[in-house]
């Protein structure tokens, strides 16, 4: 399996991977699938804060894909991102979730964030839950019927994970560029 930058060239591909979850799960609360074009859009945002965007493949297939953004977007926040992480539903279960996620903590260490957090779709979600406490997340609380989809009322669940130290000591860098109301 190979890690790497998404491009252009790779969004329809990972538009039918997230449009999978949308119609289907609970991982995301958007309810209609953007276009390959809006997912690019949103890959090139992330990209110019200087974030990752990767996918795993293997033998030429897309099997998933993951990346921080900011979690929000007060400057205060500028240390903090979130992950998002989307597998094929014929891939689940091979290390790929594992596999990008890595990468992008990784990837989100080298430019000095200091927080990292997930904020997971559904309660149930075991698959979700189960990486990030194996990637070393802490379960930091639910938000019980946040969201309402496919009919149901759907929790969130949060999780952390502390990066380059997290709270231990002042900042080093100047963070993300953010200024947001």
Known sequence: MNVR???????????DIYGHHVLHGFGTFEEVPPSADELNQRREAIVARGLPYLLAQDQGKILGFAYAGPFRLR???RYAVEDSVYVAPDAQGRGVGRAVLSAVIAACETVNVRQMVAVI????????????TALGFTHRGSGLGL????????????MQKALNGGTSRDPDAP??????V
């Open 121 to 132: 779709g559904d309660s149930a979600n075991a698959g979700s839950i189960g990486l990030h």
């Open 75 to 77: 400057a205060a926040y």
């Open 147 to 158: 969201g309402y989809k496919h009919g149901r009322w759907v929790d969130i669940v949060w």
């Open 175 to 180: 963070g993300l560029a953010l200024s947001g």
């Open 5 to 15: 930058p998404a491009e252009a060239s790779d969004m329809a591909a990972l538009a």
